[in-house]
């Protein structure tokens, strides 16, 4: 058996213009992960290795005998992502190499059955970068929920009846929880900001350690929105503040996108059909409407995204806004 | 040169011998020992590789099968519910036909809790893809596990080296340790042809549609017939280079002229083969060890048996609701061949109950019925039980 | 063949008494097996180890039934039922006891042989293991296996000033039992 050594510099050469992911694959029209996904193998290069959990992702781009990837894949089960990230890791350890692991899952496998795997590799401080892509419920098999499933949002496990009005628990706050981990980088991004987007890929590929991005991505069966609205579906959840993006390192906030004029929750879910229920001739319709906006100011309030002063946006207050306001200040 | 080495020790330094670069593992008796032991072989620079301490054997078998797709020899081990916890991953790993060496310390599947050694949690995931072996001594078992990484990475099957918790783990007795030497002129640099390699990408674990699937099991269940070839030569050269052979398939001792044949595997067969000399009135009888339980030697053990007119099958597990493991895969292969012995299936010593010397001669009067004994737990008492439980 | 049950609690090496024994049968270049059997592992469980000592290999794994010789490194051990069964007759049972043999004979109506381990150990060693001394003091009584054996198993397990502790510690302990006087026990049942 023969092996080849390319240095990075010739990986990018024989691919100046790199493509992780190929088009062909069998995404649905629109699908928020699969933008993600490209943006994330653009920005990380060629010199990666992908530990991919079950999910749609995987179940797309690898129709045997066809694979989208133009990178080492590999996928094994839903909930072990982060633990096959971590013997790749060890492995180019031990081999001395210097090739990149990346994990990739959706909000099911990272949120719940694959939470532990996930903890494990963060607390052992592997050289990963475990990507969540985040459509907010089990969207492959057929839109039940998970905990990233929004408060009040109908799936098919938590539809909207005469005793209930969608999810009743709130979204899992994973992110402060991976924080918690004291890992050297962590942050939210949304695929309705891209250029963000690949500036925290680049950072956290940057970091010689365990990083964690969660990537709100969109889906267009799942959420119920005409598959062209995307990203602006997507640019309404963080102009409400009810995705807020933010960076924490070692567990502390260090920056965070700022909103001019935050949105009123409405505009957002009402694009929605998942929460149509919210906006029916119904009074639990409006108490579930105040519980979500509670939420986002909730949000707007402990990440600092409107700063201290009268007009949030002027040059100090931006600034502390970037710092993650005064509190952390 | 010889030396007295309880089980575990002796299986970490077998491990180290193959220059292993991942290992991976989570604590559950009665594996743990094996465990500590290579901890302790890299914290004094001893051993070299990767130790990912992980938070539960599902990741204890998924960093190794990352490590092992990426280009890395691995190694994990574990015991009954931990075996079960990671039974989706071993079916994974062998589906994946990716080339890895465990150890499965047998030990009782709960409920009830049992910490003792019996060999369900090995039976349990007998479907799964693996090639399992099973060890009578721990001079076997260091010796297998060895040969294991030769078979594993030449046929792309994962290895499951199965070993008795306690009886063999815990066990000090005399073991001749290989040199490194030798072991590395039998073991090449791991070298798996669809490691994972930024240089030449490929995608492993891809979806395969109902027009894919048939083929790509029909290709693991040839793979795991052929291996039986491998799974000899490896004895074969190993047995060149220490002058120790395990058997191969099937071990066969005792008076070869007997026409009742007791078959069973792992450490009970060190047991009866002193239960042997100890009864000489209650044989003659063949000692057959059944050292590969997959793939299933059947050419050989119908081969070994031809002339028998008995064959005691003693097995340390069961399927509940059914019977023997390993005496309805013995029926079977057995099934339409002419001149059959008589099959009395019995399972014991589960749970860790003690198999005596004396188990022999009572097996052999057992087994002089007018009728063959389909299955039994031969050594239950049913006075500890209620009369509508019997 | 001989066999020896070891009885004692979780946490006074037991099993590493029965190691250190099974390792000195080696070096006087005997074929030997040393084992424990389990219940829940914690501090203060009772645990037993068995072990064989012969001449010719043997491969039987099955428990000690009918021990030659028990070792008792508790002597609240001998209340528990079961922990003399099986002795064979004439069998010698070594207990770490600061009673005398008669006081013992009284309470249990067997007879057995005492030395205070605990204090031996504590003297030498400055904790109170007893495995060592009762080894060394076994060794002495039935002489199947020579002390300097002992010291080479015990050099397996410790090394500088705490081998050197443990060499002082099996002197004091054979000086404690009268020598040899094990060798006859009757063991019909061992090849």
């Not at chain 1, 607390?123 to 492959?140: G, P």
């Not at chain 2, 190993?238 to 069973?264: N, Y």
């Not at chain 3, 008792?72 to 209340?79: F, G, K, S, T, V």
């Not at chain 3, 904790?127 to 076994?138: E, G, S």
Request: some cysteine.
């Amino acid at each position: 058996m023969t092996t080849e050594t390319i240095s990075i510099t010739d990986l990018r050469r024989t691919q100046p213009r790199f493509s992780g992911i190929e088009s062909g694959h069998r995404a649905c029209l629109g699908c928020g992960q699969a933008l993600a996904a490209r943006l994330v193998t653009e920005s990380a290069g060629p010199d990666v290795m992908i530990a991919n959990a079950t999910g749609c992702l995987e179940v797309f781009t690898t129709p045997w005998p066809e694979s989208a990837w133009r990178l080492p894949w590999m996928h094994s089960l839903f909930e072990n992502a982060g633990a096959i990230a971590s013997g790749m890791e060890a492995a180019m350890k031990a081999q001395g190499k210097h090739t990149k692991v990346i994990a990739m899952g959706g909000d099911g496998s990272t949120f719940d059955i694959g939470f532990q795997a996930l903890s494990g590799m963060l607390e052992r401080n592997h050289n990963v970068l475990y990507v969540c892509y985040d459509n907010e419920a089990y969207m492959n098999t057929g839109i039940q929920r998970s905990s990233s499933t929004p408060h009040a949002a109908s799936t098919t496990t938590s539809p909207v009846g005469k005793e209930r009005m969608g999810k009743r628990h709130l979204k899992k706050d994973i992110i402060t929880i991976i924080a918690a981990h004291h890992v050297a980088y962590a942050a939210t991004a949304s695929v309705a900001y891209p250029s963000d987007l690949r500036k925290k890929v680049r950072r956290a590929m940057a970091v010689e350690g365990a990083t964690f991005l969660q990537i709100h991505s969109p889906c267009p069966l799942g959420w119920g929105y005409n598959d062209a609205l995307g990203i602006e579906v997507a640019r309404l959840a963080v102009q409400t503040g009810l995705f807020p993006l933010i960076e924490l390192e070692r567990g502390e906030l260090t920056g965070a996108m700022p909103l001019r004029h935050p949105t009123p929750v409405s505009a957002y879910l009402k694009m929605q059909q998942r929460f149509s229920h919210l906006f029916k001739d119904d009074p639990r319709a409006l108490e579930e409407l105040e519980h979500l906006q509670a939420i986002a100011n909730h949000n707007i309030e402990i990440y600092r995204l409107r700063g201290d002063g009268i007009d949030a946006l002027d040059s100090e207050g931006s600034d502390t806004v970037r710092r993650g306001g005064s509190r952390w200040a | 040169m010889p030396q007295m080495l309880e089980g575990s020790m002796a299986l970490a330094r077998a491990i180290a011998l193959c220059r292993p670069q991942v290992v991976a593992a989570y604590p559950i008796t009665p594996q743990t020992h094996i465990v500590e032991n290579i901890s302790k072989l890299v914290a004094d620079g001893k051993l070299h590789c990767e130790l990912v301490s992980v938070e539960s054997e599902f990741s204890a078998a998924s960093v190794a099968l990352g490590a092992a797709a990426a280009g890395s020899r691995a190694y994990t081990a574990s015991s009954s519910q931990g075996i079960l916890l990671m039974s989706e991953v071993l079916y994974n790993i062998a589906g994946l036909r990716v080339p890895l060496v465990m150890t499965c310390a047998n030990r009782a599947v709960g409920a009830p809790l049992s910490i003792w050694n019996d060999q369900q949690d090995s039976m349990a995931v007998r479907d799964a893809g693996w090639i399992q072996i099973y060890c009578a001594d721990n001079q076997e078992a260091v010796d297998a596990t060895i040969q294991a990484y030769r078979i594993a990475e030449r046929t792309e099957l994962p290895v499951m080296i199965c070993v008795d918790g306690f009886v063999l783990t815990h066990t000090m007795e005399q073991i001749e340790m290989p040199s490194q030497e030798q072991v590395d002129g039998f073991l090449p640099p791991y070298c798996f042809a669809r490691a994972l390699n930024s240089a030449k990408p490929i995608s492993i674990g891809t979806l395969v549609s109902p027009d894919f699937f048939s083929e790509v099991r029909h290709s693991h269940h040839q793979a795991l017939l052929n291996a039986k070839a491998e799974i000899v030569s490896a004895d074969e050269d190993w047995a060149k280079v220490s002058g120790r052979a395990g058997g191969g398939l099937l071990g066969v001792e005792g008076d070869p002229g007997a026409k009742v044949g007791l078959l069973s595997l792992g450490s009970v067969i060190g047991t009866l083969r002193d239960a042997l000399n100890e009864y000489p009135e209650a044989g003659p009888a063949k000692l057959i060890k059944l050292r590969t339980f997959r793939p299933f030697p059947t050419e050989a053990l119908l081969e070994t048996c031809a002339g028998l007119t008995d064959l005691i099958v003693l097995e340390r597990a069961l399927s509940p609701g059914s019977g023997g493991i390993i005496g309805t895969e013995v029926r079977a292969a057995f099934a339409g061949v002419a001149d059959a012995p008589r099959i009395h299936n019995f399972a014991v010593g589960l749970g860790g109950r003690d198999i005596p010397l004396n188990i022999f001669p009572r097996l052999m009067e057992a087994a002089k019925t007018a009728s063959p004994i389909p299955f039994a737990i031969f050594d239950v008492n049913l006075e500890k039980l209620p009369e509508s439980e019997r | 063949m001989i066999e020896i049950r070891i009885h004692g609690r979780g946490g006074q090496g037991n099993v590493a008494a029965a190691y250190i024994l099974a390792s000195a049968a080696f070096e006087d270049s005997r074929f030997s097996q040393a084992f424990p059997s389990f219940g829940a592992e914690r501090r203060g469980a009772p645990v037993t180890a068995f072990v064989r000592i012969a001449d010719k290999p043997f491969s039987r794994r099955c428990q000690v039934i009918h021990p030659g010789y028990l070792i008792i490194q508790d002597e609240a051990l001998l209340h528990v039922p079961g922990v003399t069964d099986g002795l064979l007759p004439g069998g010698g049972i070594l207990v770490n006891s600061t009673r005398s043999s008669a006081e013992l004979k009284e309470m249990t109506g067997l007879d057995m042989i005492a030395i205070p381990a605990n204090a031996l150990a504590k003297k030498i060693l400055g904790r109170p293991v007893p495995n060592t001394a009762l080894l060394a003091a076994f060794l002495t009584l039935t002489g199947m296996v020579s002390l300097d054996a002992l010291v080479k198993g015990l050099g397996q397990r410790f090394k500088g000033e705490v081998l050197e502790r443990n060499t002082r510690l099996v002197n004091e302990a054979a000086k404690m039992v009268p020598v040899g006087i094990w060798k006859e026990a009757n063991h019909a049942a061992n090849a």
